[in-house]
């Protein structure tokens, strides 16, 4: 009798579920098929480009896959002190420091250019950065940049014999950079940097007139408005370069990202003292065995000098 | 199948969530949003990329994305709703009306129900959907730091204005 009614009163509940469940599979799909209309033919959230691989245009001393925006002029301000092991007397370096002052603009979402006068070997240099492949949510696994730069040492000629003459062409560098980046996570970016850089002028004959390199990169965010970032640059030639009598080492750089406002803050610890791609990545002649590391910043502050259409 | 809905995908959304006093406008448009509205049952739907805000400073709109609204996680802005005085609305005749509207907004990921009032206008086979509000920040999770409280607001104006074709 027991088990008679128990079997009934499942069959009333299972029935009853059945009842509910297909009224609100019903109604849910009613309600759906609204909402379903509007993302079906949704276009741009398929094929979605992913943003923000790295915060800033430069991941420490080079630069990063990001380019700016559009109509967007960023002036920035970087210093590099002198040796921290200097000791208290020179402030640890502090009394000691390196300048560049530089502005980039962004031309179009992919093409952007910057200038830039540095203390460091008196050098004014200038880079052309071009977006060529963008990562996509789906497909594109990278993002790949070309980054070229030219730059040109200011400093005063050095004595020649009678008859030499100082030709124009022996103060300028270049470099070529392909920059190939992926943004694993929200967290976590790598770039890797295949680089050539080309010294129309080098001290010795004993060296190449081209150096080299690979750099690798990376940030990890620590919270929302805080990163670290790493950089270093092998060298794969060349890593026998004196300059001015003094042995060069591969660029190490470790660095935090600091986010405020308008701004990007990036602090840094690296052996390099110069800015330029020819500095850094070929002629460092500071070594982190030594303890010869620097610290140093930049800071950008970005204006918008053409406004986006919506805003116009 | 939609003998009765109209619908765009053009749509404009607006918002200034500016602190009082600030000098800073913090400003975005959307001109992207999907919209549709079956007039026989009044049953409203909205969806908005968050990625399609655009803001006159580019890297206010990077942070917008990264640190407020975290469109990775979240990409999508969404409103199932209905317009609860249909009786009022006249999508036969040319004219503005009063509509009231009430439903589920979901930003950032939280759900939460609102009532909202705006005007619907009727011109042929077109309806155009106006309504202004606010939404208070806290109420979908989006935090606010302090160094930026003097320039964010705690509520945001939302600005709707869609024109809809009949399908």
Known sequence: ?312 | MFAQTYMTRTGKISFNASAQGSPEKIEAVNNEVANILDSKTGDLRFQALIKSFKFERELMQEHFNENYMESDKYPKAEFKGTVINLNEVNFAKDGTYTAKVSGALTIHGVTSNVTVAGTITVKGNTAMLNAKFSVKLKDYKIEIPSVVADKVGKEAAINIETELTKK
């Open chain 1, 1 to 312: 009798m027991l088990h008679y009614f128990i079997h009934l009163f499942m069959r009333k509940t299972i029935l009853l579920f059945l009842l509910f469940a297909a009224t609100t599979t019903l109604s849910f799909a009613q309600a759906d098929s609204l909402m379903d209309a509007l993302t079906t033919g949704s276009s741009s959230a398929k094929n979605e480009a992913v943003s923000a691989t790295f915060k800033a245009t430069r991941i420490i001393n080079g630069s990063s896959v990001e380019s700016l925006g559009a109509g967007v002029l960023d002036f920035r301000i970087s210093h590099r002190f002198g040796q921290l092991n200097q000791g208290a007397s020179n402030f640890f370096g502090l009394d000691d420091a390196t300048t560049r002052i530089g502005l980039d603009y962004g031309i179009t979402k992919w093409l952007m250019f910057g200038i830039g006068h540095n203390t460091f070997n008196k050098e004014d240099d200038g880079f052309v950065k071009i977006k060529l492949l963008r990562q996509k949510v789906h497909g594109m696994p990278v993002t790949v940049s070309y980054n070229g730069a030219i730059s040109i040492q200011t400093t005063p000629a050095p004595i020649l014999p009678a008859g030499d003459t100082w030709l124009f062409s022996n103060k300028l560098y270049y470099a070529h950079q392909i920059l190939i980046a992926r943004k694993f996570s929200n967290r976590l970016s790598l770039q890797l940097m295949p680089t050539i850089v080309h010294y129309n002028i080098v001290d010795s004959s004993k060296f190449s007139n081209n150096t080299l390199a690979i750099g690798v990169g990376g940030r990890l965010k620590v919270s929302k408005r805080i990163a670290v970032t790493g950089e270093y640059y092998y060298r794969l030639t060349n890593t026998d370069m004196l300059v001015n009598g003094l042995p060069t080492y591969n660029a190490v750089s470790i660095g935090i990202d600091i986010e405020t406002g308008g701004h990007v803050f990036q602090l840094m610890l690296t052996n390099a003292q110069g800015m330029t791609e020819r500095t850094y990545i070929g002629q460092t002649t500071d070594s982190w065995a030594k303890g010869q590391l620097h610290f140093g910043f930049n800071i950008s502050r970005v204006f918008t000098i053409v406004k986006p259409k919506e805003f116009r």
